[in-house]
């Protein structure tokens, strides 16, 4: 059955999460504070990059079924469920920031209040929240509508960034955390269409999913960091990580996924989810020292890179560099804690020239760097007389130069790839030094 439903709260999961609902047939009005942000989206604009949801918006706000506001009153009087997709930025300790959900749930209950409504109100953390999230919305909702009909419920997403879309149209499942029969069968129902394949929807306490979905965030950044600390291993006695990717890759009981070294993880969640399960279990005594040795792993993993780099010219003062990639993977323009910036940033300390280019994330990193490095129209562009080649972002553009136009355009035929984009042997043969992430350097220049 059709719902309406509000979205509070227009970043990457809120916008991902209305724009799907409604294509499933919904009524869906996304509540945002940010007005220029709502008028951009009223005219089907996207503020972020995310392949396949351009069409989506479009298609739902043309037909009506999606709206964008910033009059929160609105979507609380007209939504039976109002899902919190709304920032928990790290705090300086590594704590979720639950300002901003917690306001929004006291506002929300004040609007109850205040109108008296008395119809069934769910509301839903869609956010990735600290596990006793849900006992303290639902506390707010107590304290500041006592008497009213209001549930919350816990229901942590599983997006990945380039494949959002896919992921929560066809969900390999469905996580939710609540104790209320009929907030339960609410959620279910809302669900059903994107589960026809026979992919599950877990219930489960609220405490239960909440950590759900840091366990998952922690565990996949655990194989990464693995993975990347093998890899100086393999470098030092000369093994190739690849092969051991496809060998343990290859056990059911392991599985393909989350293998690949490289310089790191990045993103919105993997860094922010680590920090905060740790400042969680730290906190009533029961540290996991296996995601503290993950999260020195991936700061160790890039500046080991940097360093490569910066060794192997010598001096990197008045160097000049090719970067391709800024974001923190492909099909994504997100830059938040993008490896690259870290290389960026070391480079720039040491006095290199810095020109880049990446297929969506020049604008945001042009907000943040500003001319402090140079912006390149493309990939080849970046190479006239470069010293060095850094791969940083493994997109598919990327996988197939031309090597006569690199060797033509660069000063030295030196490349460093922190995505092993590329065999070390033909990259060799093409006259070029390579540098990748656990294997042999080849072509080495003495």
């Known amino acids: 059955m059709s719902q309406t439903i509000g979205i509070i709260g227009t970043g990457y999961v809120g916008l991902v999460t209305g724009t799907c609902f409604a294509e499933s047939g919904n009524n869906v009005l996304c509540i945002d504070v940010d007005q220029h942000k709502v008028e951009t989206l009223q005219q089907g604009k996207m503020p972020i990059y995310e392949p396949g949801l351009e069409h989506l918006l479009e298609r739902n706000i043309s037909n009506g ?39 929004a749930a006291k506002n929300i209950a004040d609007i109850i209040k205040k109108e008296n409504i008395t119809d069934f109100r769910i509301l839903v953390n869609k956010s990735t929240v600290p596990v006793g999230t849900a006992d303290k919305v639902r506390m707010i909702c107590r304290n500041h509508a006592p008497g009213f009909d209001i549930e919350v419920v816990s229901n942590p997403e599983f997006l990945r960034e380039g494949f959002a879309v896919e992921d929560f149209m066809k969900p390999d499942r469905v996580v939710v955390g609540t104790s209320n029969e009929r907030a339960e069968d609410e959620m279910r129902d809302l669900y059903e269409p994107f589960l026809r394949s026979g992919n599950p929807i877990y219930v489960m306490d609220e405490k239960s999913a909440e950590i759900t979905k840091y366990a998952a965030n922690c565990f996949l950044a655990m194989r990464i960091s693995f993975m990347n600390e093998l890899s100086e291993y393999c470098e030092i006695i000369g093994a190739d990580i690849e092969n051991i990717r496809i060998g343990i890759g290859s056990d059911s009981r392991i599985g393909k996924r989350f293998l690949f070294s490289g310089i790191g993880y990045g993103g919105s969640c993997f860094p922010k989810d680590v920090k905060a399960l740790l400042h969680s279990t730290d906190a009533v005594g029961a540290p996991l020292g296996i995601i503290h040795a993950v999260e020195a792993a991936n700061a160790r993993q890039i500046n080991r890179f940097v360093e490569k780099i910066i060794n192997r010219l010598n001096s990197a003062k008045d160097a000049k560099i090719a970067l391709w990639g800024l974001s923190f993977k492909p099909n994504t323009d997100d830059v938040r804690e993008a490896p690259a910036y870290t290389i960026i940033d070391r480079l720039l300390e040491v006095g290199a020239n810095i020109s880049a280019y990446d297929p969506e994330a020049m604008p945001n990193t042009k907000s943040i760097y500003g001319d402090a490095i140079h912006y390149a129209n493309s990939a080849y562009d970046t190479l006239k007389d470069a010293d060095v080649l850094i791969i940083a972002t493994e997109w598919n553009e990327f996988r197939k130069p031309d090597f006569s136009v690199l060797r033509a355009s660069m000063k030295q035929s030196l490349i460093f790839d922190g995505r092993n984009l590329f065999d070390p042997d033909s990259v060799a043969s093409e006259g070029f030094e390579y540098h990748s992430i656990g294997r042999l350097a080849t072509g080495i220049i003495s």
């Open 65 to 103: 079924r999606l709206k964008f506001s910033t009059n929160l009153e609105q979507a609380v009087k007209q939504c039976s469920m109002l899902f919190l997709c709304l920032p928990t930025p790290p705090g300086e300790d590594g704590s979720a920031d639950l300002n901003y959900v917690m306001d």
